[in-house]
């Protein structure tokens, strides 16, 4: 990484609002580089926040001038320049966080240690140890060509992980950085073990709302290794082709060309057909809380070992689990790592499909469920019929019967 820093450089910062100007970005290039400073820092800050309010009021003083303009002669550009101008704000943390039991903490090594507190309560759960399957050890090997594609898949310019190294670095060295991953990512296949880095996540806290001082009210991001997402990329478009055929057409969520609004028109569609031959629709919308952090990960094993994947790539996904470790970073700091026992794994390309495959077995396992099995319309009957539709964390069953 200190060779990659000296010889590469660094890509030139790009203003992320139209209203930035080149002297902002040039301010807060010299606040990041002022971080172990605090003095120098909040001075830094306090006069890029002046100059941002500045320029962005002049900014919205130009768009309203060409609304008015644009208000007779060219309506659509007119509506398109005030949804520009009136974008969703987001949420600021409060610098505070309440304890558990529901004292104020504002001391900042209190506060990590509240969220490291709050992280283990979260994903702890009772499961089995993890030992390496040797008796069904096997798998092709990665080779040189699926990294590259995996890397081209990969989405760009997000934040690195633990071990700081970006995809857009391991582009940069060509075949020779490719050529280093995929040793690496062979090694790790071949023996089943990764490398504590490659576990690690950081997670970042977003208020859900202004004022949000519970560890319940926030919600997590992720920053996870570059490697790691290689590695599993390439793993999710092996076992792809064994998922899919299990989730069924009534799922919505994490499936290509479809969601929310599919789900939302199959549901319209069906009241306005009851409706026209006078039939009840009752409706139960079920909403998991908690969903993705509550999975477990002896059931998502299960459930692979019966899809009979290579046993390498069983491996893998297990090692990945049952070491995984994550902290959260507050203000540049980071608390201690904890062990995540439950949940799929934030901002892995393998969540979306797992986490399909586990709201599967759960809708299955409700078929045979007293009250809830669906009545079957017989040759000369019409008691109606019982169904489902389901969209990520979110799940709709629904019952038509004849009117009375």
């Known amino acids: 990484m200190e060779a990659a820093t000296e010889v590469i450089p660094k890509v030139k910062r790009k203003a992320k609002q139209k209203w930035m100007t080149e002297e902002i970005l040039n301010l807060m290039e010299e606040r990041r580089c002022a971080k172990g400073n605090k003095e120098k820092y909040e001075q830094i800050h306090k006069k890029v926040q002046e100059k941002c309010n500045m320029s962005k009021e002049n900014w919205i003083n130009e768009k309203c001038k060409e609304i008015e303009q644009q208000r007779k002669h060219a309506p659509q550009t007119m509506y398109r320049n005030i949804e520009e101008i009136t974008a969703k704000r987001t949420f600021l943390s409060t610098g505070c ?29 009772d499961r089995k140890d993890h030992n390496i399957m040797k008796n069904n050890f096997a798998g092709p090997p990665i080779m040189k060509e699926k990294v590259e594609t995996a890397i081209k898949k990969v989405k760009h310019g997000k934040a690195t992980g633990p071990d700081n190294i970006s995809v857009e670095l391991i582009e940069a060295l060509e075949d020779f950085g490719i050529g280093k991953v995929t040793h690496l990512l062979n090694e790790i296949y071949d023996t089943g073990q990764i490398p ?209």
């Open 97 to 125: 966080i309440k304890a558990m039991n529901g004292d104020i903490i504002i001391n900042e090594q209190k506060i990590l240690e509240r969220w490291a507190e709050y992280i283990r309560e979260l994903f702890k759960d």
């Open 196 to 404: 504590t880095d490659l576990s690690k996540s950081i997670f970042i806290a977003l208020p859900k709302k202004p004022g949000a001082t519970e560890c319940e009210l926030h919600r997590t991001i992720s920053l996870m290794s570059h490697i790691t997402k290689i590695l599993l990329k390439i793993i999710m478009l092996r076992l792809r082709n064994k998922i899919k055929p299990e989730i069924v057409e009534e799922q919505c969520g994490f499936v290509e060309d479809k969601g929310t609004s599919n789900a939302i028109y199959i549901l319209r569609t069906l009241i306005e057909c009851a409706l026209e031959v006078q039939k009840d629709v009752y409706l139960c919308f079920i909403d998991y809380t908690k969903a993705f952090d509550r999975v477990r990960h002896d059931e998502i094993i299960t459930q692979l070992i019966q899809l009979n994947i290579d046993g390498k790539d069983l491996t893998i996904i297990k090692t990945m689990y049952w070491e995984q470790t994550a902290a959260m970073r507050i203000e540049n700091k980071t608390s201690t790592f904890q062990d995540i026992k439950r949940g799929v794994r934030q901002g892995c390309v393998l969540s979306p499909d797992l986490f399909s495959l586990y709201g599967e077995i759960i809708m299955r396992n409700l078929e045979n469920h007293p009250g809830i099995k669906k009545q079957r319309k017989t040759k000369g009957e019409d008691n109606g019929w019982t169904g489902h539709i389901a969209w990520t964390r979110k799940s709709v069953r629904y019952t038509v019967r004849r009117q009375r």
